[in-house]
Nanobody
C-alpha cells in the first residue's frame, strides 16, 4: 500500500516561517499530483496548494498566494510546502494528499492522505 508521512509542523510566531514535508512510500508507479490541504477547527478542509507531476505547475489558494511555495521531487515522491509571513489564520492541521496514485501490479488509481501535522501561528 501507499503511505504518506508529513513532518515540519509546529508553533511559530506571526510573521515567521515553517517548511512542511511529505514523503510518499510504497509500490508507487506514478503520482499525478500532490497537494496540501488544511483544516481549522470548525471549518471545512480546504486546498492550500497543489502541484502536478507532468508540468510542475503549482496552484495556490488566494489566501496563501505570495506567501507559500509548493515544490516536489518526483524521483523521491516528496512534496514540500514553504510557508512564510505566517498569520494566525493559517493555524490548522495540514494534510498531504497524493492524487491519482497508480500502484504497481494494481488496477486503477487512488487518492491517499497523510495523517496531518499541526501548524499553530501565535504570539
Amino acid at each position: 500500500q501507499v503511505q504518506l508521512v508529513e513532518s515540519g509542523g509546529g508553533l511559530v510566531q506571526p510573521g515567521g516561517s515553517l517548511r512542511l514535508s511529505c514523503a510518499a512510500s510504497g509500490s508507487i508507479f506514478i503520482i499525478s499530483a500532490m497537494a496540501w490541504y488544511r483544516q481549522a477547527p470548525g471549518k471545512q478542509r480546504e486546498l492550500v496548494a497543489r502541484i502536478t507531476t507532468t508540468s510542475g505547475s503549482p496552484n495556490y489558494a488566494d489566501s496563501v498566494k505570495g506567501r507559500f511555495t509548493i515544490s516536489r521531487d518526483n524521483a523521491k515522491n516528496t512534496v514540500h510546502l514553504q510557508m512564510s509571513s505566517l498569520k494566525p489564520e493559517d493555524t490548522a492541521v495540514y494534510y498531504c494528499n497524493a492524487e491519482r496514485v497508480v500502484v504497481i501490479n494494481h488496477i486503477g488509481s487512488y487518492d491517499y492522505w497523510g495523517q496531518g501535522t499541526q501548524v499553530t501561528v501565535s504570539s
